[in-house]
């Protein structure tokens, strides 16, 4: 808001809301208080329509005691019932909970509160810190899994040793009895489950009580159902039917052991998602050698401030984003370029922070600190695309939001069924199929396969330098049918070079270069820019130096007449340039630019200048054309260059001389001709076309704006990473489906097994222990599955810079 007479206009918006019986706007605080029945987003998006959007913050929850998917959308609920929050996501994978909530309306604090009040205790944490408490409580539920298993063994063996040997059985009822047996039993369980076993007591009842079942309520009810029918056959056998007085220790605490084996399993293993994030946090250094009175101080690199003088030795780590003042140095950046040769660097050049300096002592000047360091927007890029549901995701999440409570249901209906048709005796029979029924159904599974892949390959792929800025990219960019790339600085290095020389009447090159160098050097044309490059460092002295606007420039030049410039220039000087005709015909129909030089009224050279190919896309080109991917080159430079350029790179379709809004209109085309499109660019003038695409892939190299507006950014300028960016999303949602496709199938196949249904066919009555460990194992191989994304190889590796363009000279 401006002024005060936008007031009006953000409290008409407000009050157009359905819903909305009061709304005051309050222009100096700029807030506005509303009272209103609906989701606060029917809010927010009538401001956004008016042109006055709500300041909106985000904030990061780490949540305690998710078991299963189910508890995603419990939490969800509740943290949604703020009627601040517009929208929130609960990864089950990291433990945390993403927030964006209308700005001054409630704070992270409140909204850990609501998840707290739910049952699932919450702080506001960092995502970067997300996954390093789960060594530690990999480590707790080992130590908590084997102090149960001390426990659980003397059961089993007492109750399943007697079973399996009937010898054994004898000796232990010669000898300390049965009874006295099912008494141990009954001590050790109920330590087992008072102690190890109390988790699920403690958070599956209190779910079970407000009506929103988990995991933990199967477990608690399972095990529960097992331990107190046990101590009825223990201790009053009259109150069940003849026959039926049997003990389940051995189930219940066997149960309890392997689910907490499991959930250490699988703490492991998530644990070892969040690798690459941890990865590039420990590349930030922790201090920095600041130059302060005339002499130098460690200091913490949260004290740096940009336009600090600091000091970088050799191997050392950059310590923040700046500028070279003084020294020279290779630097490795391969961290956030994928590029395997260091850089070389030098006064006035960048230097990124946690790139490693070479053998080269470095004087530099902070531009960037903190969070606005290239390394820390990298981090935050992953932890986004990290911390995304894809719309995979959507159906997944409507399942679970009902799976328990079906569960429950089967699991009754099947003691039911089983207390009515089963043989005798048939309440024991319908107590295993029931408890099996609550103890092998597996939501874990389903929660943890979309999020747990999703964490994996995004930080895969930031390691090989593709950053996945929107998660559903990594959805949309494996559907892709057709990829458009722009042409300068995309396909081509974006700076023209020269390419040959060609010099004839008795010229020679270096003559030549030397003089055309210095005429160039008073122009900034690019094609002059790149004639002076190919010069050398030190230039003669001109005189009379005239810039022919269109056609070229005119000089002298150590007392020669040069003419640099067109055909047309040369023409109207009468210089005769039969010799070279064919030449400059042949290079200009492969797209390149010829430059004519005349020295004292005759022809000299023919300059060839041209924007050469970026190394690799070639190959990255073939690579995409073998993935059974159509290209597309959308561009505004002259129809015979692009045309030319590509039929050298085999590109499908060309469409040339276009204006931005052409562009939109020529990928609008490109789709509804061949299907879902990727663009890839790096332009301020593709920044359009990188919003409209399916799939927006910026070039890291080129602007801010393409880079904020694409759903992809590769960190270095080679298009082999956008091979590398098809591999990874394709690999990804295959490894999602397989996740997928194992938990769903796992609980179809398995609950009617567990529920009895091959027993009237001669087939097994599974044994809850055995449901216990197949659950177990269940979530553990979708975790384990998902990191083999770890070893995913580069589609194409980058390889190392090429040297200068070579000169041809005749």
């Known amino acids: 808001m401006s002024c005060a007479s936008c007031v009006g206009r953000v409290e008409s918006a407000l009050r157009n809301v359905p819903g909305v019986t009061e709304a005051s706007v309050n222009f100096p605080t700029e807030t506005a208080q509303v009272t209103y029945d609906g989701p606060i987003s029917d809010l927010t998006g009538a401001l956004d329509k008016a042109g006055y959007p709500v300041s909106v913050a985000e904030a990061v929850l780490q949540i305690d005691g998710m078991s299963c998917a189910s508890c995603v959308a419990r939490i969800e609920r509740a943290l949604c019932a703020d009627p601040a929050v517009i929208s929130a996501r609960v990864n089950l994978a990291t433990e945390t ?39 530690g409580e990999a480590s707790a539920l080992i130590r908590t899994t084997l102090i149960a298993a001390a426990l659980a063994l003397p059961v089993f063996i007492l109750e399943m040793g007697g079973h399996m040997i009937p010898a054994f059985h004898h000796w232990v009822q010669a000898t300390i009895g049965i009874q006295t047996s099912h008494i141990i039993q009954f001590v050790l369980t109920s330590v087992l489950l008072i102690g190890p076993g109390r988790v699920f007591y403690a958070k599956g009842i209190p779910a079970l009580l407000r009506g929103t079942p988990d995991m933990n309520a199967l477990v608690a009810m399972g095990t529960g159902a097992a331990y107190l029918y046990s101590v009825l056959a223990t201790f009053a056998p009259q109150v069940l039917p003849h026959g039926s007085a049997n003990v389940y220790y051995e189930a219940a605490s066997v149960i309890v052991v392997l689910i907490l084996l499991g959930r250490a399993m699988e703490a492991r293993a998530k644990g070892r998602t969040g690798a690459a994030i941890r990865k590039l946090v ?10 302060q009175d005339g002499g130098t101080v460690d200091r913490p690199i949260s004290e740096i401030l940009v336009s600090d003088v600091l000091q970088i030795r050799p191997g050392e780590r950059v310590p923040v984003d700046a500028q070279v003042l003084d020294g020279t140095s290779y630097v490795d950046e391969s961290m956030i370029t994928g ?68 569960v ?35 939501p874990c599974a389903m929660g943890l396969a979309t999020p747990t892949s999703i964490m994996v390959g995004t930080g895969r792929a930031a390691e090989l330098g593709v950053l996945f800025r929107k998660g559903d990219a990594l959805q949309q960019l494996q559907q892709a049918k057709i990829i458009a790339l722009d042409k300068t600085g995309t396909l081509t290095l974006g700076r023209p070079e020269l390419a040959n020389v060609t010099t004839i009447n008795g010229f020679d090159r270096d003559t030549v270069l030397r003089l055309a160098a ?10 002059a820019t790149a004639i002076t490059r190919a010069g050398p460092a030190d230039l003669p002295p001109i005189a009379g130096f005239e810039s022919l606007t269109g056609l070229g420039a005119r000089a002298s030049v150590d ?51 041209s924007d050469p190919v970026k190394p690799g896309t070639i190959e990255a080109l073939h690579r995409l054309h073998t993935m059974g991917l159509t290209l597309a080159m959308v561009t505004g430079d002259n129809a015979l260059t692009a045309q030319a350029l590509a039929d050298k790179l085999g590109i499908d379709h060309v469409t040339a001389e276009v204006l931005p809004d052409g562009k939109l209109a020529t990928i609008n085309a490109l789709r509804d001709q061949f299907g879902e499109l990727a663009f890839v660019g790096d332009g301020i003038n593709d920044a359009p076309a990188l919003a409209a695409a399916d799939v927006g892939i910026a070039i890291g190299t080129g602007t801010d704006v393409a880079i904020e507006t ?14 590398n960016a098809v591999e990874i999303s394709r690999r990804t949602m295959s490894n999602i489906q397989q996740n997928l496709g194992w938990a769903f199938g796992y609980n179809v196949l398995l609950i009617p097994v567990a529920a009895g249904i091959l027993y009237p066919f001669g087939g097994p009555l599974l044994s809850p222990v055995l449901a216990a460990g197949a659950m177990a194992l269940s979530s553990v191989f979708v975790v384990t599955n998902a990191l083999r994304l770890r070893r995913v190889r580069a589609s194409l590796p980058e390889g190392s810079h090429p040297a200068a363009p070579q000169m041809v000279t005749s």
């Open 97 to 135: 909970a993403t927030i964006r909530f209308a700005d001054g309306a409630t704070d992270p604090v409140k909204l850990a509160q609501l998840s707290t009040k739910a049952g699932y205790p919450a702080h506001p944490s960092r995502m970067a810190e997300s996954n390093d408490e789960k060594p």
């Open 282 to 291: 420990g590349l930030q250094p922790k201090t920095a050698r600041l130059e």
């Open 339 to 406: 590029e395997p040769v260091p850089i070389g660097k030098s006064a006035e050049d960048q230097v990124i922070g946690g790139t490693v300096n070479g053998t080269g002592a470095l004087r530099v000047r902070a531009t960037r600190v903190g969070s606005e360091t290239v390394l820390a927007q990298v981090i935050q890029m992953v932890q986004q695309a990290q911390g995304a549901k894809l719309p995979i995701q959507g159906l997944v999440d409507r399942i679970t939001a009902w799976f328990v409570p079906v």
């Open 408 to 442: 429950i249901g089967v699991a009754l209906l099947t003691i039911a069924i089983w207390l009515i048709f089963g043989p005798a005796p048939a309440l024991p029979m319908a107590l295993v199929a029931g408890v099996s029924v609550l103890i092998i159904a597996c």
């Open 518 to 527: 210095a005429v160039e050097a008073r122009s900034e044309h690019p094609i």
């Open 559 to 609: 007392g020669h007449d040069l003419l640099i410039g067109s055909p047309r220039l040369m023409a109207q000087n009468g210089i005769d340039l039969s010799a070279l005709s064919q030449q400059a015909d042949q290079h200009a129909a492969e797209g390149a630019t010829p430059v004519f030089v005349a020295i004292n009224g005759q022809a000299a050279a023919l300059l060839t200048v």
């Open 710 to 723: 694409a759903d992809v950014v590769l960190m270095s300028g080679d298009l082999r990473a956008v091979a």
